[in-house]
Each structure stands twice: as structure tokens, then as C-alpha cells.
């Protein structure tokens, strides 16, 4: 499915979704829901494909393989918090909107903690060690 | 991929529109309501299958 699909089919959902918000909005906005997890599924073959010459390339430069899967994982966190925000955001819900990329956000420094103990570690090395203790 | 579901869900959408006019027209409203949440759900049930596989896909990419 290329670009030009993808257009096409927002267009058309997005003026189907319009003529159905006098009469009954949640169906309005059922169909941008839709919409946009077709054009998400048909993009997401892309994304495989990188990520694994992504992460050939990252094994080639020794860099330990447990920082990839964090990246992936950050990756795919904001890949949903991102598409959750922005759906309640246009049902007219904002503190809940506000309320998922703020719980986003605490996931993800979860998830990428052992990275900033990973960097201190090579900041302290870097220092010659009087910082350590 | 399932672009006729957007096409299927806009259909429900205006039958839903027509037959509830139709209804409170004719004096009955409470099943004007009984059909406009019927086909609320109907619709609501094809998205949740879609928003499964796009959630289980993402899953599986990004090992979450």
C-alpha cells in the first residue's frame, strides 16, 4: 500500500467521518479509528524491515544488543501513546490525553533506566574514577 | 487490507442516521435509541477486532 493509497483513504474517511458527526459522532469517530489503523498496519511492514538491518548494524559496530530491544521497546511505547493521545485528544478528551503521555513517559524512563546506570558508568570511567565513591 | 470496513462502518452509520429519524418521526423514540446504540456496538465490534491485530502487531515488532 504506497503513499498515494494511504492519502487517498484518509481523504475519503476523513469526509465520511464529517458527514456522519450531526448525526451520530461516535460512528464518526469510529471511522478515523479505522482509518488510520489501516494506514498504521500497512506502514508497519516498513518498520520491521529497518529495524532488522537497524539492529545488523548496530551487532557489527559490538554495541551490546540489550540496548536494542530497550530502543525497540521505547520505540514501540511512544508508537502507542502517541496514537492514543491523539485519538482521545479528538474526541474532545484532553486531561485523559494528557493523563496517557504522562503515564507514557514514566514507562518509558522505567524501561530505559538501566541505560542512564550504563552511561554513569562510562561517565566515571571517563573521569578516571574519583568520581566512583 | 479491510478498506471496505470504513466503507461498511460509514453505511451503518447513515442506515442508523436514516432509521432513527425515521423512528422519532413516528413517535418512537425509545427505539430510535435501542437502534442507534445497536449499531454503535456492530461497528464498535469491527473496530475492536482491527485495533487487536494493529495492538498484537505492534507488540510483537517492537517486543513489548
Known sequence: MNIVSICALAIVSSVLSIALKRHNQELSILISIGAAIIILLSVIEYILSSIDSVSSILAKANINSAYVTILLKVMGICFLTEFTCDYTKEAGLVALSGNIALAGKIIILITSLPMFSEVLNIVVKLSGGELSD | ?64
Do not use: H, P, Y
Open chain 2, 1 to 64: 487490507m479491510e478498506v471496505d470496513m470504513i466503507f461498511k462502518i460509514a453505511a451503518i452509520g447513515i442506515i442508523v442516521a436514516i432509521l432513527n429519524q425515521l423512528l422519532i418521526r413516528s413517535g418512537r423514540e425509545e427505539q430510535a435509541l435501542l437502534t442507534t446504540i445497536a449499531g454503535l456496538i456492530v461497528a464498535l465490534m469491527m473496530i475492536i477486532t482491527q485495533i487487536s491485530d494493529l495492538f498484537s502487531t505492534i507488540k510483537t515488532t517492537f517486543g513489548l
